[in-house]
DNA sequence: CAGTGGTCTAGACCACCAA
DNA sequence: TGGTGGTCTAGACCACTGC
């Protein structure tokens, strides 16, 4: 910009932008909408720090605080040399950027997690899966069981709930033969990116048709993990129920 | 620094370190040095950026940079136009920062945890916990056994081991009768500030002595949560094993 | 070598807070 | 009112990457 009025929303490129938000804030927020257009695709790299300046008429250093804060999110990558680019959970340095389990010896290793696909089916949605992902009661759904196994003994048996608009025509074929985590397939099938989560999680007793898939018997501890997934502005995409054997392994969790 | 060479470490005011890094990592680490030292106490303002600057020759945008990761991990809180202040946990926001235990009725409210100390008593490190607090198997630890009662209803049985040194003279008393959160007490009686913590959790199985003191059947699921608490320098000070009842309560946990 | 992100500076001004 | 953190700029140079 020209004149020295950092502060006033009005330079900025976009004008149907609002808010009265820092400069940089703003630009942030010009940014997440080209990522959630699709403007670049997961994996690719967004226009260099000098491009967005002179796209947007700031300085190189409001660009990067913005680009600072997309990438504390992990919505980008930044690599020196290279460039920033689109976060995917495809080529993901750590294979399961959700998954938070590990095995009690020590290195998470590759855990090539077999997946077994129990189910996939549409269904309606009952009224506590509607209210999570902000569905009314009975919209279509799309409902996958399936069990994890890890070294070759089952250890996750998951339900997951998917809002049917987003995710039609899903199969257990998809589900079951791709590469990769399960994330990477959604952004690659239907251009969801899951960008945050939230976990409730609870000790239970495993319940007798749980029980036998897990190879339990009925009553053995199991974790109950739920989580409810968002992609870009907090719109949730997916319900996961989790129950996870925690023999051998644990679930892993850094407090700061 | 007069001459232009921002990368040189040499250029700081402090010569004893070595490293070679960025001018803004170093001076984040002599502020670090001051913090662990005891310079500015917990809930303490540091002094401002401007002062911080002069003292170690370098522009105010450098001091920002080093304060800003200082801040990221809670190690320091900003208040715009009051300072940059020593994190304590006493007098945080959120009560309990390291207790991710929170109602299922939505908010976390006020959790008047009720505490109930069992046991206080010197021992010495088993092998488990030598090894967790970089002892040698044997040397004095402190272990405390307490109940804390949410609502009037036990829900978390609590196995704490402290190193024997640094704790001396911890007694059931003020593990009972303090004010705010347990680790405001380690500040200011023992000054010994936790800054991080890693947790392992897992469901188990409740074993008859912990059944009974959790007014649960033998066999109900519990949640067992392993913490390892860090001081500065990612110097372990402290194991804890919880049991947590989750029929009413479950842990949250975001991922990013 | 050119292009990218990363660091550092110096100076201006804003927003907030307390006396 | 003066001091604090917060924002923004413009320009210099460094470190890494790939051609």
């Known amino acids: 910009m020209a004149a020295p009025t950092p502060t006033s929303a009005e330079t900025v490129a976009d004008p149907a932008t609002p808010a009265f938000s820092p400069?940089?804030?703003?630009?942030?927020?010009?940014?997440?909408?080209?990522?959630?257009?699709?403007?670049?695709?997961?994996?690719?790299a967004i226009p260099s720090e000098m491009e967005l300046a002179a796209r947007f008429r700031v300085s190189?250093?409001?660009?990067?605080?913005?680009?600072?804060?997309?990438?504390?999110?992990?919505?980008?990558?930044?690599?020196?040399?290279?460039?920033?680019?689109?976060?995917?959970?495809?080529?993901?340095?750590?294979?399961?950027?959700?998954?938070?389990?590990?095995?009690?010896?020590?290195?998470?290793?590759?855990?090539?997690?077999?997946?077994?696909?129990?189910?996939?089916?549409?269904?309606?949605?009952?009224?506590?899966?509607?209210?999570?992902?902000?569905?009314?009661?009975?919209?279509?759904?799309?409902?996958v069981r399936r069990i994890l196994s890890f070294a070759g003994r089952p250890t996750i048996l998951e339900d997951i709930w998917l809002p049917g608009n987003t995710f039609k025509g899903l199969t257990a074929e998809q589900m079951a033969g791709h590469q990769g985590p399960t994330y990477a397939l959604f952004e690659l099938a239907f251009g969801v990116r899951m960008v945050r989560a939230e976990e409730k999680i609870r000790a239970v007793a495993a319940e007798e048709p749980q029980a036998a898939l897990l190879a339990l018997k009925a009553g053995a501890p199991l974790l109950s993990v739920e989580r409810l997934s968002y992609t870009y502005n907090d719109v949730p995409m997916e319900l996961r129920r989790g129950l996870y054997r925690t023999d051998g392994y644990h679930y892993r969790n850094e407090l700061s």
Do not use: M
Not at 32 to 43: D, I, V
Not at 106 to 129: F, I, M, N
């Open 60 to 143: 190189q250093g409001t660009v990067r605080k913005a680009i600072d804060e997309l990438a504390a999110e992990n919505l980008v990558v930044r690599r020196q040399g290279k460039g920033t680019f689109v976060s995917t959970h495809a080529e993901q340095h750590v294979r399961y950027r959700f998954l938070k389990l590990v095995p009690d010896s020590g290195a998470p290793e590759d855990l090539p997690a077999e997946r077994k696909v129990l189910e996939c089916r549409r269904t309606r949605a009952s009224a506590e899966v509607a209210r999570a992902l902000q569905l009314r009661t009975g919209d279509p759904v799309v409902q």
């Open 23 to 44: 400069l940089y804030q703003q630009i942030k927020g010009l940014i997440l909408q080209s990522l959630q257009a699709g403007e670049w695709k997961p994996g690719e």
